[in-house]
């Protein structure tokens, strides 16, 4: 079957670091993406990979390992509008996304 | 990045009544859409899947005649919640995605159905 793995929550400091992760199991693999969305609105889209490496895109950077089916999300200075929830998708042979549940970020000041 | 127009925002209907919402693109041709639905606090339900001129694709449990869905041209799609019921309350969002271009699916807004 197809699975997309994630922290359900996490927790972090204003102007900290944090690295959310994802590991994935799916039919195939056409890129991942990280989307994030904040209560009561649809998901925005922060990142794409399809390469193994890292994509880095101003505070957030995203890195992906297709050997072992595993991304990260990272979240440099840390601010309070962050605080959010962040999902990991995988586009799969039929260029499907398969989504994992999302991890809730909780930032304190 | 493109848009995805997504109406209403939010609606309350009672029970028994059938609500539509619209999903547009308003700057590329969408081939397909899709629609999902989510609960508080849980990830995005993929419900079906509209390709532009044909029927849509239901995932397993979802019933295609209490959710119908329309993809009649390239930049709209239409999901009728008909005879709806307090357990069909949920936010449905669309998104929508380029024929030729499998990087990105662009969200809709997305609405708040309440059915009372």
């Known amino acids: 079957g197809q699975n997309i793995d994630q922290p359900t929550e996490m927790t972090a400091t204003e102007g900290a670091i944090v690295q959310i992760n994802c590991t994935y199991q799916t039919s195939g693999f056409n890129g991942l993406f990280w989307y994030q969305q904040h209560a009561g609105e649809a998901p925005t889209f922060l990142s794409y990979?399809?390469l193994d490496g890292l994509e880095e895109k101003g505070r957030f950077s995203s890195f992906l390992s297709r050997s072992k089916g595993y991304s990260y999300l990272l979240l440099k200075e840390l601010q309070m509008k962050d605080s959010a929830s962040y999902l990991c998708?995988?586009?799969?042979?039929?260029?499907?996304?398969?989504w994992g549940a999302g991890t809730k970020l909780i930032i304190k000041p | 990045g493109a848009v995805v127009s997504q109406h209403p925002s939010w609606v309350i209907c009672k029970s028994g009544t059938s609500v539509k919402i619209e999903c547009r693109s308003l700057d590329f041709q969408a081939t397909t859409m899709f629609w999902y639905r989510q609960f508080p606090k849980q990830s995005l339900m993929l419900m079906a899947t509209?390709?532009?001129?044909?029927?849509?694709?239901?995932e397993q449990g979802v019933e295609k005649d209490k959710f119908l869905i329309n993809h009649a041209s390239l930049t709209l799609s239409t999901l009728t919640v008909t005879s709806a019921h307090p357990e069909d309350s949920s936010f449905y969002i669309c998104s929508a995605r380029d024929g030729n271009d499998h990087t990105e699916a662009f969200f809709g807004q997305g609405t708040r159905l309440t059915v009372v």
């Open positions: 990979n399809v």
């Open positions: 998708a995988v586009m799969d042979s039929n260029y499907q996304l398969i």
């Open positions: 509209s390709n532009e001129g044909s029927k849509a694709t239901y």
